[in-house]
């Protein structure tokens, strides 16, 4: 079992800056990547990070290149959302997903997500 915690949420202005964390802890095994991932009220669920175990390769949404940046820390399980010059369409829950893949058997593990919110 994989337990997943985000933290770092929070109200910021348009603008500013934030810095999410995810921590994964339990019986960990194989993971392939740590993710962000975004939901705003209405909408589906959309990546907006990934980064990879080996050789830390990372996805961007378009929407987010070159504002965010995401990074890990492979000795604490745990991976990292900076997030700069935010706008008011980033407001969103923020989940982090821990994809495992051992003996081809692939497994998400999901947090509860952090709340963003941009606004004046």
């Known amino acids: 079992q994989v337990h997943v915690e985000e933290s770092g949420g929070g109200l910021v202005q348009p603008g500013g800056s934030l810095r999410l964390a995810c921590a994964a802890s339990?019986?960990?095994?194989?993971?392939?990547?740590m993710g962000w991932y975004r939901q705003a009220p209405g909408k589906q669920r959309e990546l907006v990070a990934r980064?990879?175990?080996?050789?830390?390769?990372?996805n961007y949404a378009d929407f987010v290149k070159g504002r965010f940046t995401i990074s890990r820390d492979s000795a604490k399980n745990t991976v990292y959302l900076q997030m700069n010059d935010l706008r008011p369409d980033d407001t969103a829950d923020y989940l982090c997903?821990?994809?495992?893949?051992?003996?081809?058997?692939?497994?998400?593990?999901w947090g509860r997500g952090t709340q963003v919110t941009v606004s004046l």
């Open positions: 997903r821990i994809r495992t893949i051992q003996f081809a058997e692939i497994e998400d593990w």
């Open positions: 339990g019986t960990i095994r194989s993971i392939n990547d």
């Open positions: 980064i990879y175990s080996g050789g830390g390769g990372t």
